[in-house]
Each structure stands twice: as C-alpha cells, then as structure tokens.
T-cell receptor, first 113, second 113 residues
Framework: EAQVTQNPRYLITVTGKKLTVTCSQNMNHEYMSWYRQDPGLGLRQIYYSMNVEVTDKGDVPEGYKVSRKEKRNFPLILESPSPNQTSLYFC????????????FGEGSWLTVV | AQSVTQPDIHITVSEGASLELRCNYSYGATPYLFWYVQSPGQGLQLLLKYFSGDTLVQGIKGFEAEFKRSQSSFNLRKPSVHWSDAAEYFCAVGALDFNKFYFGSGTKLNVKP
C-alpha cells in the first residue's frame, strides 16, 4: 500500500530538548516536504527536498533542520524546540514536485512545554 | 507573491443542500490546482486536481471543481451534501517554477441534519 509514514504521531516535550520526527515513503517519490498546520493559517511549508542530498527552505524554516540521505526518508529535526513550535506537522511526498499530486502522512501532534 | 485565499472560514449547510467552497489564487503562470479534505484527527485526502484540459474536473465523493482562469478561481462544488462531508477543506496551488505548494487557510464545513 502506498504510504507516507511519520513518527511519532503524538509527542509532548520540553523546551530545548532536541527531537526528530521521522518520515518515510514507499512510493519512490523524488519530492518530499514538511508542513506545519496551525489554526487559521492552513498548511505552511517548512522545508522540501527535490531528491537525495537536495533540500531547500520553505516559508517557515526557522528552528528546523532536515536531511535527505536516502530517497525514502526525510526526517525533521528540532534542535532546540520552543513553545511556538507546538503544532501539527505533516510530511508529504510527490513523484517529482509541484506538478504532481502530493500524498500526506497522518500527521504528528507536537507539544513543546 | 504566490498565495491562495479561501474567504470562508466556516460554512454551515443543511444535509441535502448544495455546496460551493471558494478558492482564489495568485500565481503568475498556469497553476496546478488541488482540493484536499481533512477529517478530524486525520491527514489530508485528495479530492480532485486540475493540471490542464477540461476546466470542470470531477473528484471523489461526488465533488467537482471548476477552474476559471479569468477569475483566478477554483471553486469546489457538490450538489447534495451528506453529513459525512463535515470536515475541513483546503485548496492548494502547485507552483511548478518554484517547486512549492501553497495552501489556503481552510474552510470548515458543518452539516446540519
């Protein structure tokens, strides 16, 4: 089954404690991206990757890092989380980029206290 | 700058009534257009997409959308709403030259019995 899988689905953490949200897709997609969803703001793109070792900033990259060492994986790293990063995070992938349908993971609820 | 506007934050319709959700975009080139639905606690599911060709596109669950270039709009419609359609709906634009996706802020649909 074609899937985008992200973990953890729910996490409560403390300010400053580094965390990683993993994302994996099994569709051999080249394009992967991370979004955060906040009430009234819709989805905002954090980072995206066109292929292995190729990443670029989205609209709200501050406080986040990503890496793309393998085609299937695209982890999101919060080096020093802060309360304003409390949000619902979605990983997504598409075959080659913005000209293709994007497929979403089920979301990761992150609370930073 | 590229943007997607969904002017209606909340809409309430009676079951069996028709529905139209509005979406306007700002993008210089021909956009790739999507509508996604998000049920509570779920990820985003693709309803339909427009890439080219016929400007009236059919999607899943009885939804359709019409691309109007002159109005920069891509409104979503359904002739008869079911209670299970209650969800949040997102319009999105794929900007090929930037390889980014832009989402509207969403419209929450409530369905009255």
């Amino acid at each position: 089954e074609a899937q985008v899988t992200q973990n953890p689905r729910y996490l409560i953490t403390v300010t400053g404690k580094k965390l990683t949200v993993t994302c994996s897709q099994n569709m051999n997609h080249e394009y992967m991206s991370w979004y955060r969803q906040d009430p009234g703001l819709g989805l905002r793109q954090i980072y995206y990757s066109m292929n292995v070792e190729v990443t670029d900033k989205g609209d709200v990259p501050e406080g986040y890092k990503v890496s793309r060492k393998e085609k299937r994986n695209f982890p999101l790293i919060l080096e020093s989380p802060s309360p304003n990063q409390t949000s619902l995070y979605f990983c997504a992938s598409s075959l080659k980029g913005a000209g293709n349908t994007i497929y979403f993971g089920e979301g990761s609820w992150l609370t930073v206290v | 700058a590229q943007s997607v506007t969904q002017p209606d934050i909340h809409i309430t319709v009676s079951e069996g009534a028709s529905l139209e959700l509005r979406c306007n975009y700002s993008y210089g080139a021909t956009p790739y257009l999507f509508w996604y639905v998000q049920s509570p606690g779920q990820g985003l599911q693709l309803l339909l997409k427009y890439f080219s060709g016929d400007t009236l596109v059919q999607g899943i669950k009885g939804f359709e959308a019409e691309f109007k270039r002159s109005q920069s709009s891509f409104n979503l419609r359904k002739p008869s709403v079911h209670w299970s359609d209650a969800a949040e709906y997102f319009c999105a634009v794929g900007a090929l030259d930037f390889n980014k996706f832009y989402f509207g802020s969403g419209t929450k649909l409530n369905v009255k019995p």
